[in-house]
Each structure stands twice: as structure tokens, then as C-alpha cells.
């Protein structure tokens, strides 16, 4: 049918695969009502993939209302005639896991989700090596959610493969059925036939029809071809001639599950084997067969309803005509049979050979609460996790609370299911769980539990202020009128805290960073974490006294960093904890070894919510210490991120997704400032408020010569209170120098005292010597060489050049005042250099100025070593480096989430590019590799 009128959505098939066939893999998503023809456009595809010039395998399944609950049933339906053990063996060990995991065939692991879309994209890879790959899905909607997320993953990373992913999805559903977006799959809306295309549809099908009759039928049928096509096979001969009038109602598309459960009506028993086989949905004709003796059913109605046109069987498999029919096989069933259909299929599966199938079938069976099936689906839950299907353990979770007796055990497993939401960033649907087991309990630590989603819920969308009230309340109710009594397990006691103390600083409340470490005081467990969140309110307490006494909150951070880079890694939220505590500490070694490792493992647990918590401060740090190379990196691996994670996360998939994208506008807008393009800086910064762009700001106003702006950004950030003023610490060097060329040097006295007095508790080589160069230009006239000089002493190996060329700047500015002239030209060289090398463009026109006023030139200025990879994208920098240090491409592809193919096409691009031909040539190369590894 699909042959009349599609001319247009046949061309974007065509084109999908032929670039496919040529290397460029892709994918497309096809969306619209039932019966527009989205199946035959499929299966379309799949004939022209037969024909082409060389053979192409066709890979095909469709997803299944019963089955969207159950983890990996799509995934293991589609790759079930290509999952031999040698093709498992081939995978890089720990894909291969991840995909046994997966199907139930091994020990699963939370942290293999991204390993098993990475697993689905090295087998599809290895298959495509052989010949090109063309993936079939229709009813992609009923795709459960994690075999949907890895064919997501997959899709969006065929670049260079041989492989075509075409995707089939209703969009007539209603809202919380309806499919979620794709994001990163071109999408193609097939809407009715014209009425000249149903005409010609219509005369194929039925040659014999009068001409009246035809013209009737296709005004009737408002261009839908399912519908042309059943009224066609109901006509009576007297119909088709005109002889008798045909219905006044044809079968469109609300009507069309009407007319398929009329004609299964007719069917008799075999009505009952029908549903069974819509109810088993995998379609395996053993199990199928086995239910339905259970219930009077034998293989003669399967062949009745075969030879009715609804179903085709073959040795092995039971499989519906149109996704349609089983639908109304299934909804067109009392619930009594459909409950009596799914207790058959639980004894038919069995629990030992699958125990998660079964617990669902039981479910579907059960009448009211029943505490077995409950704990059950529990199990099931558990399992779902453990193999990385986390809507599949939140499903699991909320059925299993709907069925348990007691109020207790439903508020327990709602907040199961809001701890597994809250953590793969599905915010919407954590609140509202969180919220209906709150009604259900009284209990202390179980509402503890459920502070703590809704305090991450709170923290995420935006209101940190409130999550921290609420967490600290919570707190206060598990603490009572004592202390945590016996320092044992202390429950989410210590979560809640440091959750509470980073979302009150978040909200640059002090007050409330203050009541949090008073509640910390009262905590036996954990000392040294508790000690860090003494320390924060130490911080604030001083700066906003005037104090400013930090050596006590900086051996307390110290020692808690210390603890947790040590033999203690502690949990998610304190390595958290850790890395915010370095930031405090200046400690960029420590930073970046903290935030990498946490990267690392926030990818593979899928912990997307802390992920950009780790990134910002990484990407920082990396732009600080003068790698804007790895920052770049930092930046595109929290856009690809986002792009893996949107789709996961359902209806909030927008929260995570921006707080990462934020994360590579951070990046983009430093680089501009430092740059001098303010166009591109506040394009990146967007709408954004806050001590962060307030620096990037005043950074930029600074190097464009408008100190007095740059003040002004600088103190209306101040004036958030003494956590702006923390915050704003390592910023305190553009304060100043911004102050000073304002000619007001007295409105940076206060936030000079303040930063002195960190940097020397600190004890952080780059930030005493910013300390000295500010005392340089804000003190006496005769004190200013000697601290210059000694800001040089502590800047080198510190590990900051723009710092240190800033240093050498002022410093060679003040000699050319000093009439030192030749003194002051190296100065400024090595100003000049440093800058030109990190792309701050205003401040080399300013070194340059400089020097051109003691007599050097531009040209005598030593040439920056050129950087050999600034020719390559993001990405092929990745893909560089890790060859050079000795990868091999499947190991590439695995750390940064490609195909080996893709690994491959991106060496090729870049040899050219840096004049080598291998990876020994790589390796060769001078200085283009230095900094940290890109993340795993």
C-alpha cells in the first residue's frame, strides 16, 4: 500500500540508506497514526536492502505493550539471530559483560549502561565490517526504555558505519504513552495519502469495485490506507459492485481496533490462543503454545487465526499482521481473560528460566495486593538496576508498591522507585513518587529517604535554598534532642548534610551553611567530612566578621581531601564534598584528580545529576592551569553527555541535559573573555547570573580596557554576602588590578585582606604569588620590586601562566615607569609569548604595546612553539592523544564512546592534519600531548 503517494517519504528512505550503504550510517524515526502505513514503509526498506547491489542484513523487531516493562526485551529481540557466543567473545571484555549482563546471562552491574550501548555499537560495528546493517523497529513507543536508550545511543554514533537504523512510532497515544522525543534521529511524520494516491491504492487491491463504490470509499476513508485496505476485505461481491450500500462508517483510524476485535470475536477459541500470544508478546510459539493449553487452546486456533489474515506462524514464532491487531487482541479481552492469560504465561515461563517475565505476568494476574508477587516485582527491581534498565527497576518498584497490603511496605518501594528516578535524572517523576509515599508513612528514616529526593529535586530545578531547608530539617528530626548516638551507621544522616551544605551554598546563604555545621557538630560519623562542613561555615563566619582567620577551616578541608584522594574514596556525596573542598583549597592537582575520577564514574553509574557538578569545576581548573586543550574535551564530553542522557531521562530530561550543556558554555565564555571576543563571551554566558559569569565578565571588561565596568561587575557580586565573597577568592587578582586602573584601589582593600589571609592558610604556591602581586600594586611605591620578584619565585612550576604572564606584565609595565627599559623587555616577552600561546588576545596587544614602548618589536618576540593539534576538532584531539599514548582503537572507542570504524575515520582525518601517517609518528610529536588524559 505504501507504494502509492509516498514518493517523497520513499526518497528519504532511499537516501538514508544509500548513504548508509556508502559508509555515512544514520537513522530516522518515522512517526503517525495507526495504520498510515509506517510498518509497510519498514518493510519497504527492508525489500530494497535485499535487492541492493551487494547483500545487506536485516535485523528486525517491534515493540510490545506488554513488554515495555521488562529490561532489554526490544534490545534482545532485535539482536537475537546475530547474539552467538563468538560474536559476544569479539567485544572488548567489559562490553561483552555489560551486554550478558544485559540479557540475563551473566552478573549485571549498575555501572554497564553506557558499556551496553557501547556493547550495541561495537556488534553492530563488527557486523557492518562484514556487510551492511540495516535495523528495523516498529511500535518503537512500546520499545521498553532501556533497550530504547541503547539503540538511541547507537544511533546517534553511525557517522562512519555501514549501518541504517530506521524506527517506526505512533504519535495518536495518549500523553503518557506517547513517545518520547529522539534526540539526535531526524524525523519523518507520514500523514494521509492524497486522495488520487487512495484511488490508485484502492483500484490495485480491488480491480472489481465500481466506480461509485471507489470514489465513496476513498472520500470515507480521509486518505488512511489500513483503512482502505479492511474495507476492501469486508465488502460483500454486491458491495463491490454497487448493488447494496456500503456502511455509512468505514474503519478510520478510531475505529479500526473495533473492526479487528469484531473479526477475532468471530474466532471462537481461537480467541483465547490470540490473546495469549498478544499477551506473551516475544512471540516464541513453544511458550505460547504451552499457555494456551492451559486454558483450552490448542495449535489449530493459531492456524484458524492464520488462515483469518491476523497472525503468521512459522516453526519457531507467532507473529501479528499489524501491530493493530494484537493490540486488539489484547484490549479487546475482559480483564478477567487477560488475567487468566497472564497466569497461564507466568507457569508457562516458569521462575527459574525467567523470574523477572514471570513476576510481571503475575502482576498483570493478580487481583488486588499480594504481598509474594510484590516482593517479586521487588526482586525484579533489583535486578533491573543491577544490569543498568533503571525506568525498568522504577517501574518494577511503583507496580510492586501498588500491590503490597500494607502502607508501610508501598511508601518503602514508591521510595525505591524515587531513588532510582531521582539519580538518572527523571526530576519530574521522582517529586511526584516521593510525594505519594510521604502520605503513606510516619516513619523517621523512611521520610529521611524521602527528603533527600526531594531535597535533590529541590537543588536541581533551581531552588538550592529550599532544598537545603528541607534537607536540614529532615536532619534535625533524625538528630532529636541528641547526638548521632553511637557513631554506627548513621543512615542518610551524612548524605542529607553534605547535600544540604552544598545546595546552601549553592544559594550563597551563609546563615543556613552555618545551621548546617552546627547540626554537623552533633554527628559521630564520618568526623573528618563533618569537620569539612565546620570548615565551610569557618569560611563564611570570617570573611563576613572581617576575621577572616582561615587556617583552622583550611587544615580541616585539607585533611578531608587528604582522606578521601587516600585510603577512604567514601561515597558519591563526599568525594563530591572533596572536590568542592579543593576548590576551596586552591589545590588544582587535587581538583583535577578528584573531578577526572568522579567524571569517570559518574558516566558509568549514570549518576547524570552530579555529573555537571564535576565538569564545571574540572573544565575550571584545566582553563586555570592552562589547558584549554583539555577543557575543550571537558566541554564536548558534557555536550555528548547531554545528548546520551536528554532521551534517558524522560519528561525532566531537559534539567540534566542544560546543567551540561552550561557546563561547555562555561568553557566557551572564559575562552572569549580571555580572547577579547565579547560577542561570543556573553552569546556562551546567555542569561546567566552569578559570582561565575560575574568573573568572566569583569575578566573581559578588564582585558578590553574598561576597569571601572569590571569593578562594578566585581562588587555587585560582592554584595551576595561572604559565600559571593568565597566564591569569588580566585578572582580576587582582576579585582584588584581592576580597582587599581580605576584609580580606587581602596574599594579591593577588604577582598585583598580576605584573599591574603586564604592564600597564606592555603598554602597554595599560584595564589601567594597573586597575593604579592597585588600587594605590589596596591603598596608602597618601594616595596613593589621586591614583590614582583618574589610573585615570580612562587609562580614558576605553580602551574597558572596566564597568572604568571599577568605578573610579568605588571612587573615590566612597572620597570618601563621606573625608566628601566631594558630590564623591562623580557618581562614583557615572556608576557607576550605566554598569552599569545593561551589565545588572550587583548592581553598580548597590551604586552605588546608595552614592549614596543622600551624599544622591542613583535617580531623580536621568540615565535610560541606551534601547537600541533589546533588543527584537529575536539574530538580528534581525543582520539589523537589516546593513540599516541598507545590505545588501540577499540580500546579508543570504548573510553570515548565510538565505534572502532569512527575511531578509525577520525585518525584518518587527522594524520593529514599534522603531517604523520602512524601512531609511532604520533607519539613523536613535540609537546602536543601534555595535561591529564581525557576522561574514561
Not at 205 to 222: M, N, Y
Not at 499 to 519: F, I, K, N, P, Y
Request: one cysteine or more.
Amino acid at each position: 500500500m505504501v507504494l502509492y503517494g509516498r514518493e517523497a517519504e520513499h526518497a528519504a528512505v532511499a537516501a538514508l540508506l544509500a548513504r548508509a550503504w556508502e559508509g555515512r550510517g544514520g537513522a530516522l524515526l518515522v512517526r503517525g497514526v495507526a495504520g498510515i502505513g509506517k510498518s509497510e514503509l519498514l518493510a519497504e526498506a527492508a525489500r530494497r536492502a535485499r535487492t541492493a547491489g551487494s547483500e545487506v542484513r536485516v535485523l528486525w523487531a517491534t515493540g510490545t505493550e506488554a513488554e515495555s516493562v521488562l529490561p532489554f526485551a526490544g534490545l534482545h529481540l532485535l539482536l537475537r539471530p546475530v547474539l552467538t557466543e563468538d560474536r559476544l567473545a569479539a567485544l572488548p571484555g567489559p562490553q561483552a559483560g555489560a551486554l550478558r549482563g544485559a540479557f540475563g546471562l551473566a552478573e549485571a552491574s549498575p555501572e554497564d549502561r553506557f558499556r551496553i550501548g557501547l556493547a550495541v555499537l561495537t556488534l553492530l560495528s563488527d557486523l557492518a565490517a562484514e556487510q551492511p546493517l540495516l535495523c528495523l523497529v516498529d511500535d518503537f513507543q512500546w520499545l521498553d526504555p532501556s533497550s530504547a536508550e541503547a539503540l538511541l545511543f547507537t544511533a546517534r554514533r553511525l557517522g562512519d558505519e555501514p549501518v541504517a537504523v530506521l524506527l517506526a512510532a505512533r504519535d495518536d497515544l495518549p500523553d503518557d504513552a506517547r513517545p518520547s522525543p529522539a534526540p539526535g534521529v531526524p524525523e519523518l511524520r507520514l500523514g494521509p495519502l492524497a486522495p488520487e494516491a487512495a484511488a490508485e491504492l484502492l483500484a490495485d487491491r480491488a480491480p472489481d469495485l465500481a466506480d461509485g463504490v471507489l470514489t465513496t470509499v476513498v472520500e470515507k476513508s480521509a486518505g488512511h490506507p489500513l483503512s482502505l485496505v479492511e474495507t476492501v476485505r469486508s465488502l460483500t461481491p454486491g458491495q463491490r459492485a454497487g448493488a447494496t450500500p456500503i456502511p455509512g462508517e468505514l474503519p478510520v483510524p478510531a475505529r479500526l481496533m473495533e473492526a479487528y476485535r469484531a473479526r477475532i470475536e468471530g474466532l471462537g477459541t481461537a480467541r483465547t490462543a490470540l490473546l495469549v500470544a498478544a499477551a506473551e508478546s516475544g512471540g516464541e510459539l513453544r511458550t505460547v503454545l504451552a499457555a494456551a493449553r492451559a486454558l483450552g487452546a490448542g495449535p489449530e486456533d493459531l492456524r484458524a487465526a492464520e488462515r483469518a489474515g491476523l497472525v503468521t506462524l512459522t516453526d519457531a514464532a507467532v507473529a501479528f499482521r499489524h501491530p493493530l491487531v494484537r493490540a486488539a487482541a489484547y484490549q479487546g479481552a475482559d480483564p478477567v481473560e487477560r488475567m487468566a492469560a497472564h497466569r497461564a504465561l507466568a507457569g508457562a515461563d516458569g521462575a527459574v528460566r525467567d523470574p523477572d517475565r514471570t513476576a510481571w505476568h503475575l502482576a498483570a494476574a493478580a487481583a488486588g495486593p499480594d504481598e509474594e508477587v510484590a516482593a517479586r516485582l521487588d526482586r525484579a527491581g533489583e535486578s533491573a538496576w543491577e544490569r543498568g534498565a533503571f525506568a525498568a527497576s522504577a517501574a518494577a518498584h511503583r507496580r510492586a508498591s501498588e500491590l503490597s497490603p500494607l502502607p508501610f511496605d508501598r511508601a518503602r518501594r514508591l521510595l525505591s522507585a524515587a531513588q532510582v528516578s531521582v539519580v538518572t535524572g527523571r526530576i519530574a517523576e521522582a517529586d511526584g513518587l516521593a510525594r505519594r509515599a510521604a502520605e503513606l508513612t510516619e516513619d523517621r528514616t523512611l521520610r529521611a529517604g524521602l527528603g533527600m529526593v526531594r531535597g535533590a529535586v529541590e537543588d536541581v530545578g533551581g531552588h538550592p535554598r529550599t532544598a537545603a531547608y528541607l534537607l536540614l530539617d529532615h536532619a534535625e528530626q533524625l538528630l532529636g534532642g541528641g547526638d548521632d548516638v553511637g557513631g554506627g551507621d548513621p543512615g542518610p544522616l551524612v548524605p542529607m548534610l553534605v547535600l544540604a551544605a552544598r545546595s546552601a551554598w549553592a544559594a550563597g546563604d551563609g546563615t543556613l551553611v552555618g545551621r548546617v555545621a552546627e547540626a554537623a557538630a552533633r554527628v559521630r560519623s564520618e568526623q573528618s567530612a563533618m569537620a569539612a562542613l565546620s570548615a565551610l561555615a569557618g569560611l563564611v563566619s570570617g570573611v563576613g566578621t572581617g576575621e577572616a582567620d582561615f587556617n583552622g577551616p583550611m587544615v580541616a578541608l585539607r585533611c578531608f581531601v587528604d582522606e578521601i584522594r587516600g585510603h577512604n574514596p567514601g561515597s558519591h556525596l563526599l568525594r563530591l564534598l572533596a572536590v568542592d573542598c579543593a576548590v576551596l583549597l586552591g589545590d588544582d592537582d587535587a581538583v583535577l584528580g578528584l573531578a577526572t575520577a568522579e567524571a569517570a564514574r559518574c558516566l558509568a553509574r549514570s549518576t547524570v545529576l552530579s555529573l555537571p557538578e564535576v565538569l564545571r569545576p574540572l573544565a575550571d581548573v584545566q582553563l586555570a592551569t592552562g589547558r584549554v586543550r583539555e577543557a575543550a574535551a571537558t566541554a564536548a564530553e558534557a555536550e555528548d553527555a547531554a545528548g546520551s542522557t536528554a532521551d534517558a531521562a524522560g519528561p525532566a530530561g531537559p534539567l540534566p541535559a542544560r546543567r551540561l550543556l552550561a557546563v561547555a558554555d562555561r568553557v566557551a565564555a572564559r575562552v572569549a573573555a580571555l580572547a577579547g571576543d565579547e560577542e561570543k563571551c556573553r552569546a556562551a554566558l546567555g542569561r546567566s547570573a552569578g559570582e561565575a559569569s560575574a568573573a568572566v565578565l569583569g575578566l573581559l571588561d578588564l582585558g578590553l580596557g574598561r576597569p571601572e565596568r569590571a569593578l562594578g561587575r566585581f562588587e555587585d557580586a560582592l554584595r551576595g554576602g561572604p559565600v559571593a565573597a568565597v566564591v569569588l577568592l580566585p578572582a580576587t587578582g582582576d579585582l584588584v588590578e581592576a580597582a587599581v586602573r580605576a584609580g580606587l584601589p581602596e574599594r579591593a582593600a577588604g577582598q585583598l585582606a580576605v584573599f591574603s589571609a586564604w592564600a597564606e592558610a592555603g598554602g597554595q604556591p599560584w595564589a601567594a604569588a597573586v597575593a604579592l602581586r597585588c600587594a605590589a600594586l596596591t603598596g608602597p611605591e618601594e616595596a613593589a620590586e621586591e614583590r614582583y620578584s618574589a610573585a615570580l619565585d612562587r609562580h614558576r612550576g605553580a602551574g597558572r601562566p596566564f597568572e604568571e604572564a599577568r605578573t610579568e606584565l605588571l612587573y615590566g609595565e612597572w620597570l618601563r615607569r621606573a625608566r628601566r627599559r631594558a630590564e623591562a623587555r623580557p618581562r614583557l616577552r615572556n608576557a607576550l609569548e605566554a598569552f599569545e600561546r593561551l589565545g588572550a588576545v587583548p592581553w598580548a596587544e597590551r604586552a605588546r604595546g608595552e614592549l614596543r614602548a622600551v624599544g622591542g618589536t613583535a617580531s623580536a618576540v621568540p615565535a610560541a612553539r606551534p601547537d600541533p593539534l589546533a588543527a584537529l576538532t575536539p574530538q580528534e584531539r581525543q582520539v589523537v592523544r589516546l593513540a599516541a599514548a598507545g590505545a588501540s582503537n577499540r580500546d579508543i572507542a570504548a573510553r570515548l564512546f565510538l565505534s572502532p570504524r569512527t575511531v578509525e575515520y577520525h585518525l584518518y582525518k587527522a594524520y593529514p592534519k599534522l603531517g604523520v601517517g602512524s601512531r609511532r609518528e604520533l607519539a613523536a610529536l613535540d609537546g602536543g600531548f601534555e595535561g591529564p588524559a581525557p576522561l574514561p
